[in-house]
DNA sequence: TGTTAGATCCAT
DNA sequence: TGGATCTAACAC
């Protein structure tokens, strides 16, 4: 298992994205360790992606996906769940990835299909919000092996409201994995 | 200080 | 198809 460096956020935002699947979330808590496997993602391409909530400029709320790339974006959504997103590219870029399903792996109880209810599986709250993604206790991995796997691209979930950004094939996910949201 | 819409999920 | 449930963002 190799923790995922800098650098590999620090690149295009759909490069990362696809390169996600397949990588194991990480996550040390309550003396456990929780893994999942990343099987689908969506991503949000800066201020100019009106999908993105960085479309709306620099605010409190969007302030991580401004910083540095390998943070943590955590917001809680509808009220009731959280959704957990990966900041890509250089400062100021403001994109990210949002981390949509994954297949349980290690010590992982609940559902994972979803955004809300991954983070719920994974104990993920608004604790983890602008945390290190280099940090020892919250982090991806590359595991050792990585069976090959084919890409599926479809339009984002929940963007209606992003005029053609809507249409743009901008989520990920691994084909006939069990595990996707809404394959 | 008040209002509103939202990167969801589940039961009906 | 609608209800749960909360907060950032913006209007006033």
Redesign the pocket.
């Known amino acids: 298992m190799r923790k995922l460096e800098r650098q590999f956020y620090d690149r295009d935002t759909i490069l990362v994205a696809r390169e996600l699947l397949g990588k194991y979330l990480i996550h040390h808590t309550h003396g456990k360790t929780l893994i999942g496997k990343i099987v689908e993602v969506?991503a949000?391409l800066g201020p100019h992606d009106l999908?993105?909530?960085?479309a709306?400029?620099r605010?409190?709320?969007?302030e991580v996906?401004f910083g540095p790339p390998g943070h943590a974006?955590v917001?809680?959504?509808?009220?009731?769940?959280f959704?957990m997103?990966v900041v890509t590219e250089k400062e100021g870029h403001a994109s990210?990835v949002?981390l949509r399903a994954l297949e349980p792996v290690q010590n992982i109880e609940g559902?994972t299909?979803?955004?809300?209810?991954?983070c719920n599986a994974m104990g993920i709250d608004k604790h983890l919000h602008g945390h290190d993604l280099l940090s020892s206790d919250f982090y991806i991995a590359a595991p050792d092996h990585t069976p090959p796997h084919v890409i599926v691209k479809k339009p984002?979930?929940?963007?209606a409201?992003a005029k053609h950004w809507a249409k743009r094939l901008l989520r990920f996910y691994i084909k006939g994995n069990p595990y996707v949201?809404k394959p």
């Open positions: 969506e949000y999908a993105a909530h960085s709306k400029g605010t409190k709320r969007t996906m974006y917001y809680l959504i509808y009220g009731m769940y959704c997103n990210a949002l559902k299909s979803g955004p809300g209810l991954l984002r979930v929940g963007v409201y949201s």
